[in-house]
């Protein structure tokens, strides 16, 4: 099985702090993936990236930053964090020509 | 651009009885559909997809969903609820490009009580 490995499972930062997440795969897949998850609100994209040092804008990159050095590594970076960052994060992964999606448990991050 | 739709917040069942979790989509194109839960603290896990095919779905925990093109619904059931399967349940299209980006709905909450 594939499997998605996020750094943190909680994290509690103060407002301004730079913050670092963590993406680890463990299978060969092209396709990396950001999301945040609120009540209501579903989950809502951030950043992906298909390949390494390549990465595209989702629906929300304002904020958020991200790098790919390796093809097993994607890190979600929050330049200045901010309260309205407060979120679940999750990672996903995806090879090119599969349907779908295997999900890393989420970082709950708090901003205070 | 692709949307999904989950008109249900909260769906109530007790243990037993049928449990339908709704989903609508609009899609230009063919759909590609999925269902995932997601358990307290939890990342999200993979239910069932649509890709082509049967329009009856079967996954995982005895899930399975319909898909009705005409309806463009994508309705998630099982036949009789358990109470461990009390979670959230996303809805999701697959983004028409080559970069795999799923759309997801607002999730509907599921209750099942003893």
């Known amino acids: 099985d594939v499997k998605v490995t996020q750094s943190s499972r909680y994290l509690v930062k103060r407002t301004g702090e730079k913050v670092f997440l963590e993406c680890v795969q463990d299978?060969?897949?092209?396709?990396m993936f950001w999301y945040r998850q609120d009540p209501g609100l579903g989950l809502r994209l951030i950043y992906f990236?298909?390949?390494?040092?390549?990465?595209e804008k989702g629906d929300i990159p304002e904020g958020y930053s991200v790098s790919r050095e390796k093809k097993e590594r994607f890190s979600l970076i929050l330049e200045s964090a901010s309260t309205n960052q407060t979120s679940m994060y999750l990672c996903?992964?995806?090879?090119?020509?599969?349907?779908?999606?295997?999900f890393g448990s989420g970082t709950r991050l708090t901003v205070v | 651009a692709q949307s999904v739709a989950q008109p249900e917040d909260q769906v109530n069942v007790a243990e037993g009885n049928p449990l339908t979790v709704k989903c609508t989509y609009s899609?230009?194109?063919?759909?590609?559909l999925f269902w995932y839960v997601q358990y307290p603290n939890r990342g999200l896990q993979f239910l069932l997809k649509?890709?082509?095919?049967?329009?009856l779905v079967k996954g995982s925990y005895g899930f399975e969903a319909e898909f009705n093109k005409s309806q463009t619904s994508f309705h998630l059931k099982k036949p009789s609820a358990l109470v461990s399967d009390s979670a959230l349940y996303f809805c999701a299209v697959r983004d028409g490009d080559s970069w795999g980006k799923l759309q997801f709905g607002a999730g509907t909450q599921v209750v099942v009580t003893p």
């Open positions: 649509y890709i082509t095919g049967d329009n």
């Open positions: 299978m060969d897949h092209e396709n």
């Open positions: 990236s298909y390949d390494v040092k390549m990465k």
């Open positions: 996903a992964t995806g090879a090119a020509s599969f349907y779908g999606y295997t």
């Open positions: 899609v230009s194109g063919n759909p590609y």
